[in-house]
Structure formats: C-alpha cells, structure tokens
C-alpha cells in the first residue's frame, strides 16, 4: 500500500538560507510524486511533481526535489529562503489504478517557518 | 488555464443536515475525485469516478457521502446528514484521460469548499 513519510511537522529556517522539506514514500509500483504548497485557508497548489523523467526535478518559486529510487525519497529543496515560503508543504504519491486514474495518498504536512 | 472550480467557497449548516459540495472538473477530463482535509490535518482521499460510477472509495467514504454527475460539467459530493466531524476543506480533482497528453498522471485540484457544521 502506498504511504508518505514527511520527517519534520515543523521546519524553521533564516532567510537566505536552505530549506529542506524530508518525504520519504513507499509504493508497490513506479510512483508518480508530488509536493503542493498550501497558504493559509488556501487551497493545494502544485509546486513540483516527479513522473518518471528526470530525477531532478524543478518547479515554480525555487523549489526542486530530487527522486532518489534507491532511498526512497523525494527531497524538497530551495538553496535560498525567503519570507513567502512560510506555509505548509505536503508530499505526495499518486499510483495508477486500473481504470485509468488515480489514488494520491499525502503526508501530513510540514509547516515551514522563516525568520527574518 | 482551464481550472477546477468549487462553489460555495465556504458553506455553514446544522448537524443533520443535508449539504451538496459542488464542482465544475476540467471540461476534457474524465476522472473525478474528492478529498478532504479536517483543519490542521493531512489531505485524505474520499473517492474517486469515472463513467458515471465511483470507480474507487476510502473507509471515509460511508453511506452518508454519495457523488453524483448529473450533467455534463457538475460533479458533486453529498453528505446526507452531516455530523459535526465532517467540518473539514473538501477539494475536488480532475484528470484526464492517459491518451490525452502528457498532464494525465496529474490530478488538478480546485480551491476547496470549507464546510463547518455547527
């Protein structure tokens, strides 16, 4: 069954510094991932997400994460902090289903906070 | 862009109460999903539909919830009488179908509707 692991609920970084959100998956098939970044009372929005092309993988405002198959992981980064990234983060794995679509199972979240 | 649309925004009702969440998918896609996420928790799959039946459902997903796509741009999610644990943002995704092109292993989410129930 699939799962996600975010190591961290809480992750506190300076300004100008690197930011380094943990997800760690498990799946029974090559899995499609993803992280979303969620604004307060806001909805999901995608940040970046990996499907089999490039392990390296970058997205919108800074961000990439690295899919690492034989750890298991999919490692949100930004080499550079900046105040309006302080909002909740969710990794996510999304595994084909018979009928064409798909399940994502979400990890529970790491808030990250930006000091000035 | 094309985007998923959710309405209401927010939608307050009474314990018992029947409420339908409503959404309008990406015109072209043929997958339809909803989830949940009670405050301060994770983002928690509900069900999934495609051709006109739920193709997949979690152990959320009891006999008070039913979705339904009564025409050809609604999807809907019904509680059919609400209890106060169902107070949660519920999210609406759509995806396409696998011939269409290279977005169809990404769920598009919409804004969500917050339901509280008093």
């Known amino acids: 069954a699939q799962s996600v692991t975010q190591l961290g609920s809480h992750v506190s970084v300076s300004e100008g510094a690197l930011v380094l959100l943990r997800c760690n998956y498990s799946s029974s098939v090559p899995p499609y991932l993803f992280w979303y970044v969620q604004y307060p009372n806001q909805g999901l929005q995608l940040l970046l997400k990996?499907?089999?092309?490039?392990?390296l993988v970058k997205g919108i405002n800074g961000f990439e994460a690295e899919f690492k198959k034989s750890e298991t992981s999919f490692h949100l980064t930004k080499p550079s902090a900046h105040m309006s990234d302080a909002a909740e983060y969710f990794c996510a794995v999304s595994e084909p289903r018979g009928t064409g679509g798909f399940k994502t199972i979400f990890g529970a979240g790491t808030r990250l906070f930006v000091k000035a | 862009e094309p985007e998923v649309t959710q309405t209401p925004s927010h939608q307050v009702t009474q314990m018992g109460q029947e409420v339908i969440l409503r959404c309008v998918p990406i015109s072209n896609h043929l997958y339809f999903y909803w989830y949940r996420q009670i405050l301060g928790q994770k983002v928690e799959f509900l069900v999934s539909f495609y051709n006109n039946e739920i193709s997949e459902k979690s152990e959320i997903f009891d006999d008070q919830f039913s979705v339904e796509r009564p025409d050809g741009s609604n999807f809907t999610l019904k509680i059919r009488s609400t209890k106060l644990e169902d107070s949660a943002m519920y999210f609406c995704?759509?995806?396409?179908?696998?011939?269409?092109?290279?977005?169809?292993?990404?769920?598009?989410f919409g804004p969500g509707t917050r339901l509280t129930v008093l």
């Open positions: 995704a759509s995806s396409e179908d696998r011939s269409s092109g290279r977005n169809y292993n990404e769920q598009f």
């Open positions: 990996y499907t089999s092309a490039a392990t």
